[in-house]
């Protein structure tokens, strides 16, 4: 019986070309085959390092119909990398069911460490890093993203997503809707020649990318988690009255008694929850 082959996990640049590791390299260009999730890009690397290695395809179709097909390959011999488009394969992307599905046939799986947009943006941003949430791509739709930004509320840790340039103006704004009082920071074009990181409170950030006409290249979104900030202005002392007279005022402008909880907490500071409270006594 062959020896079984094995599943190298490999890190690529996420922009920079200059980002791959030497031990990547080594390994792209000694495997029997390189799974990419598009071949189009990664033939952009092969060509920068004269790498020759075959190469196939591997994306969410492939991963649906042909995973265990890959498996029975390296469980007769052959070894292979796995790249992503861009970073560390696995993560938001179709490269996690290969790895899972030689986990469980018992194919070695190595990874190899090197670039990574979630690190990347964490650490360009200065927000607290002592712990972090990776929530991926966000929804599409409105509902659930505020729906999946509430659910969050409470927890102690730096939000991280992943957004399109088109969506992000809209995922802002519903960030800053839902966590009116932290701070938020958005990176595109994560080590590339115009990488951006720009941050500021939430309804802050929100209107200044609402205000641009365009936005390019991939983008990291941020949340600072909850925290008693020395520069947030104090809440003001509201009584539960006053509270429901505003909610009620914006809901005889024809405001949705929801949305006008949501915005008198954000312009009072207060919590939502005490305001819903009040508008409902």
Do not use: W
């Not at 590791?21 to 080594?26: A, E, I, K």
């Not at 941003?125 to 991926?136: A, D, L």
């Not at 290249?217 to 809440?235: F, N, Q």
Request: charge should be negative; glycine fraction near 8%; proline fraction near 7%.
């Amino acid at each position: 019986m062959p020896e079984a082959g094995r599943l190298i996990v490999a890190a690529t640049p996420i922009g920079n070309l200059g980002d791959l590791t030497l031990r990547v390299l080594d390994a792209l260009k000694s495997a029997d085959t390189v799974l990419a999730e598009d071949t189009r890009v990664t033939r952009k690397l092969f060509a920068r390092y004269e790498i020759t290695t075959p190469l196939e395809r591997f994306d969410e179709h492939v991963a649906a119909t042909r995973a265990t097909s890959f498996v029975e390959r390296m469980l007769a011999g052959e070894s292979f990398v796995l790249v992503s488009d861009a970073g560390t394969p696995g993560v938001s992307d179709p490269g996690a069911q290969l790895i899972e599905a030689c986990v469980e046939s018992g194919v070695p799986v190595e990874a190899l460490p090197g670039a990574s947009a979630v690190l990347a943006a964490l650490v360009a941003s200065g927000m607290p890093m002592r712990r972090f949430y990776f929530g991926g791509f966000l929804p599409r739709k409105a509902g659930e993203r505020t729906r999946l930004f509430e659910s969050l509320d409470s927890l102690d840790a730096t939000l991280v997503f992943f957004e399109s340039p088109h969506r992000t103006a809209a995922s802002l704004a519903a960030l800053a809707s839902t966590f009116p009082r932290r701070t938020g920071a958005m990176a595109r074009e994560l080590t590339k020649l115009h990488e951006e990181v720009v941050r500021g409170p939430l309804p802050q950030l929100a209107a200044e990318i609402a205000a641009r006409e365009t936005l390019k290249g991939e983008v990291v979104l941020l949340v600072a988690p909850p925290r008693a900030d020395a520069t947030d202005p104090p809440a003001p002392d509201l009584s539960p009255a006053e509270l429901r007279a505003r909610v009620d005022a914006l809901v005889e402008q024809g405001v949705r008694r929801t949305d006008a909880v949501k915005r008198v907490a954000a312009d009072t500071g207060m919590p939502r929850g005490v305001v819903y409270d009040a508008a409902s006594g």
